[in-house]
């Protein structure tokens, strides 16, 4: 008989909840669509609850879930989505004491969806790449190779910046 994580998911979602919305505004770039991924990601995550199998991958499990309703809005939506208010130092995801944030957040943004989630993933909600491997459904190898290149491709494109 499976455990059903219920309460434990309630509580994880509870005090993440401002990394979770953090995560789906970079993705999606809108307040009220990231308000609504967040919000479908918590509906599903309570939903399948019981299908949790071990409540310390909870983390990754709920980002998985986050990532996928994030991509399927964007799929959903195909369109130019702008930017419609200046981000305020809560949703945005940089560091604020990182003096070129807006410059690294607009090179990470010119990155391919699964870089930018790759990258978001590791350095800004501080998940271990086998846990970034089980969060996006993607290989280990390829979660390290995505990452190399990505950061790579911003290094040279920041170096160029300062030439």
């Known amino acids: 008989m499976q455990q059903d994580y219920f309460e434990e998911i309630v509580e994880y979602i509870l005090e993440n909840q401002n990394r979770l919305y953090r995560l789906a505004y970079s993705n999606v770039q809108n307040e009220q669509d990231a ?3 967040v919000q479908n990601t918590i509906c599903k995550a309570l939903e399948h609850a019981g299908e949790l ?37 809560e949703a945005f995801v940089c560091d604020p004491e990182y003096a070129d944030r807006d410059e690294l957040f607009e090179r990470i943004k010119g990155l391919p969806a699964t870089v930018q989630n790759i990258i978001r993933l590791r350095f800004y909600e501080e998940l271990s790449l086998q846990e970034i491997s089980e969060a996006m459904g993607l290989n280990l190898n390829t979660v390290k190779a995505k990452l190399y290149r990505g950061l790579k491709a911003l290094r040279v494109e920041m170096e160029g910046m300062k030439v």
């Open 35 to 37: 308000m609504d991924v």
């Open 53 to 89: 199998r071990d409540i310390r991958a909870v983390r990754t499990w709920v980002y998985r879930i986050l990532m996928n309703e994030s991509m399927t809005f964007l799929r959903k939506n195909r369109r130019e989505l702008l930017l419609e208010e200046p981000l305020d130092e």
